[in-house]
């Protein structure tokens, strides 16, 4: 990278050649004072005012509020004052939002292409892990020879207790039923797809499921999902994937690459809120409704008014899904409908590939980095994240700094912050200051032996029972 690469000057250069970057104007931008203020009176830049917006790069965690989501919130909630039940059937001329009865409808149709899926294989329901549950119900159907699950070492807690709870219902020891993906090589983070393969290989004969993530949540490595679900295939094996941290991260075909089943959260990059409804995907060829089951009560299925079981994912709905949930949902996919795909991962690509030459250059005293990259560096083995590994002791130091200059990441204890530019609002000029602020922070951490003992909002919730360490 030559010096006017390296300035913001460029930076700013790249914003203006982004075919993209209209999409920020749709997102609310907390600013500086706002992430200070223990207030939630109306936030500055909602009246227009200039008040310097914070660095928000934690997209990974929890996605920016789509300014319109309010506006479509309200307009579901003046449906139910004005209509009351009616509302289920009736629709209006000036909101985009269907009826209650159709919104899941609607939500699994937008939802589709985000993840290469045709609408009746997606049901936007439940949450990541009451879908994790539900999926395993149908697709881990263990036998005496056959009951083992592949899945990675470092898997999100959650689907790990998932996982153990479905061994457990079975009759099986966790113990001996989960096969563990570490790291092939002890100095890396990652898993290369070869050792992926060659551990279904070997477990094949006892294997009843593999369960692996999309993009693993600490890493941000993106794992081959097609090679890995036809793999498994060819040794008769189901396959299914934890997608919260690919969907409307990176381009999927699940569709295409056959993929037998899938659940994501839409809190992340779909920008839905907080504990948002989530997603679900079951290809075709196991979404036929066997009719007599069905009536049976042995199917799953959510029946409509007439009482016809639903075909594909929908079948798969408890209940009726919550209509002001869905109604969120919909109105961040409204903002990914104006693009693809297709855009958003080429951007992705690029202003990744900038964070990371941004970090990975050399210190003007010639000094040693405080940290490594632990992410891929391969941009097709990756999303839009890169973790970012300190040197020992310096990460709540780190933290407090880049809370004080606004700055918005995560961290993992005990020593990675997550950054995540997402191509939907972030820009190249948020990257180059991130990058700025960051290693001047590591600098001044490491040179003045500083803890960080308070003062994080990020490491302070870390240390509570059930603070941010904890659950995420």
Request: hydrophobic share 40%.
């Amino acid at each position: 990278m030559d010096p006017h690469q390296s300035s913001r000057e460029y930076a700013e250069s790249l914003d203006i050649k982004d075919s993209l970057r209209h999409l920020r104007k749709e997102f609310l931008i907390p600013t500086k004072i706002d992430l200070k203020s223990n207030s939630l009176a109306t936030s500055s830049h909602h009246n227009g005012s200039s008040d310097e917006l914070s660095i928000y790069l934690c997209g990974n965690s929890l996605g920016l509020q789509p300014r319109r989501m309010s506006a479509r919130i309200q307009e579901h909630l003046s449906a139910w004052a004005t209509k009351g039940v009616l509302g289920h059937f009736l629709d209006h001329n000036d909101t985009p939002l269907p009826p209650f009865l159709h919104v899941d409808d609607a939500a699994a149709e937008k939802m589709a292409p985000i993840v290469g899926a045709l609408k009746s294989e997606v049901a936007v329901m439940e949450t990541l892990t009451a879908n994790i549950h539900l999926l395993m119900s149908s697709f881990y159907r263990p036998t005496k020879d056959r009951y083992k699950i592949v899945m990675e070492g470092k898997a999100f807690p959650s689907d790990r207790f998932a996982i153990e709870s479905q061994i457990r219902h079975h009759g099986f020891n966790p113990k001996e039923a989960i096969i563990l993906l570490e790291p092939d090589d002890p100095s890396s983070s990652t898993v290369t797809t070869s050792h992926v393969l060659s551990t279904i290989d070997a477990n094949a004969a006892s294997t009843a499921l593999v369960w692996l993530p999309g993009i693993q949540y600490y890493t941000g490595q993106y794992w081959d999902i097609k090679t890995i679900t036809a793999h498994a295939h060819s040794k008769d094996l189901l396959v299914g994937w934890d997608l919260a941290h690919a969907a409307g991260n990176v381009e999927l075909y699940l569709h295409d690459w056959n993929v037998d089943c899938a659940a994501w959260c839409s809190y992340k990059y779909l920008n839905s809120g907080p504990g948002a409804i989530a997603g679900l995907f079951i290809h075709e060829r196991h979404g036929k409704v066997d009719m007599q089951a069905a009536k049976q009560g042995k199917g799953g299925y959510r029946p409509r008014l007439n009482f016809v079981p639903i075909p594909g994912a929908g079948g798969f709905q408890v209940g009726n899904p919550s209509a002001l949930a869905l109604t969120a949902v919909l109105a961040s996919l409204e903002v990914f409908a104006e693009t693809d795909m297709k855009s958003l991962r080429s951007k992705s690509v690029h202003i990744t590939n900038y964070l990371e030459e941004l970090l990975l250059q050399p210190s003007s005293n010639g000094s040693s980095k405080p940290y490594t990259i632990i992410t891929p560096s391969d941009p097709e083995a990756r999303g839009a994240q890169l973790s970012v590994k300190v040197e020992e002791g310096m990460l709540e130091g780190v933290m407090v700094e880049l809370e004080a200059a606004g700055v918005v990441v995560d961290e993992r204890k005990p020593d990675v912050v997550r950054v995540a530019p997402a191509p939907l609002y972030n820009s190249y000029t948020d990257v180059w200051e991130f990058a700025r602020i960051f290693r001047a922070a590591c600098e001044k951490i490491r040179n003045r032996g500083l803890k960080g003992e308070a003062g994080s909002v990020m490491a302070e919730a870390g240390k509570e029972e059930k603070g941010w360490n904890s659950i995420k």
